[in-house]
């Protein structure tokens, strides 16, 4: 069975002369040799396709794949990550993770968080705001939390993001603004422990898989779990599975937050405790990062018992029963 495995090469892009920063979100050459391994392991005949538009040429071709497996996050837009879906079912092709709604309201971590809270899901007061006359509108108690709306990898997060009065919050909020070119995300910055939550399945069938407590050095960033920390995030940050009641609730609460918004197969959420130990929801990623040995979903999987090989054959069984396709020989053996 073929599958044809879709990203975004971090080094072309870099070779184009884009920048650290705007390829931040995109993949190595490791993660890709990682994800064609572990699938040629469970029995898939793999095609490294490359980037969105790569698969589109291939589609016009009248080429198609048994299964699309696509980490491509996209380049430019507020929906950038819902392209590949899209495109796959333009032309009717079977494909992992969420559908293009999901993945475009998931990138918005406003309307992401509009929808959970209306479901009840605990989430910091916040604010959207895109240019001077909202930021002098804001009105929340300090201190404040700012970030980019439509950004992720911690991009635009740092010791700044945390503003104490009204002249940090202007100073900050305008220089997001224009760097990234977008609205600036402005929530009631939350004191507690900080969750991420890897869930695996889809519907009833859907779980935690494990709840990972992300500890930042406070002399780091100010200890936010920024971009700079987490490319090197083995010297400022301690990982560790959790499993107490707060742990527990923040899963739960991950959990409903993966329902509410429509996410498939797998996903990583974010939680933030606020001062009371009460878990909140910041922001779901609905194409995690892949990488063994760098991103949080399968080091978290790992921790909790679940081999690499395991995940990725989770993720993809999981995308297969959803849509009545057939496992490969190889793969329904290393799922029993």
Not at 206 to 213: L, P, S
Not at 273 to 282: I, K, R, T, V, Y
Request: with cysteine; charged share 30%; proline share 4%.
């Amino acid at each position: 069975m073929k599958l044809g495995l879709v990203y975004d090469l971090r080094d072309d892009y870099l070779a184009r002369g884009f920048t650290e920063e705007e390829t931040a979100e995109f993949d190595a050459k490791e993660t890709i040799d990682a994800l064609a391994g572990s699938f040629k392991r469970l029995g898939w005949d793999v095609v490294p396709v490359g980037c969105g538009q790569d698969l589109a040429r291939r589609f016009a071709a009248d080429e198609r794949f048994d299964l699309v497996f696509s980490i491509a996050e996209g380049l430019k837009g507020r929906s950038r990550e819902a392209q590949v879906p899209a495109l796959c079912e333009m032309f009717d092709q079977p494909y992992v993770f969420s559908d293009p709604l999901t993945m475009a309201v998931t990138l918005d971590k406003g309307a992401a968080k509009r929808i959970v809270r209306d479901a009840n899901v605990p989430t910091a007061d916040f604010d959207v705001i895109a240019n001077a006359e909202e930021i002098s509108a804001t009105r929340r108690n300090f201190p404040l939390f700012l970030k980019p709306l439509a950004e992720g990898t911690g991009k635009g997060c740092g010791g700044r993001s945390r503003v104490e009065n009204e002249a940090e919050l202007k100073g900050e909020a305008a220089r997001l603004i224009v760097e990234f070119r977008q609205p600036v995300l402005v929530e009631s910055y939350l004191p507690g422990r900080e969750f991420t939550v890897g869930i695996l399945g889809n519907a009833r069938e859907a779980r935690v898989i494990g709840v990972m407590e992300i500890i930042v050095a406070t002399d780091t960033d100010k200890g936010a779990y920024s971009l700079a920390v987490k490319e090197n995030w083995e010297e400022h940050v301690t990982l560790s599975l959790a499993d107490d009641i707060e742990a527990r609730l923040a899963g739960a609460r991950a959990l409903d937050a993966y329902h509410e918004l429509g996410c498939r197969d797998a996903a990583r959420v974010d939680m933030k405790s606020d001062g009371f130990g009460s878990p909140q929801f910041l922001e779901v990623n609905p194409i995690a990062g892949l990488r063994p040995d760098h991103s949080d979903l399968p080091m978290l999987a790992e921790k909790a018992g679940l081999s690499y090989d395991a995940l990725i054959g989770g993720i993809v069984a999981a995308a297969c029963v959803r849509q009545g396709i057939p496992l490969p020989r190889g793969h329904r053996r290393q799922a029993a």
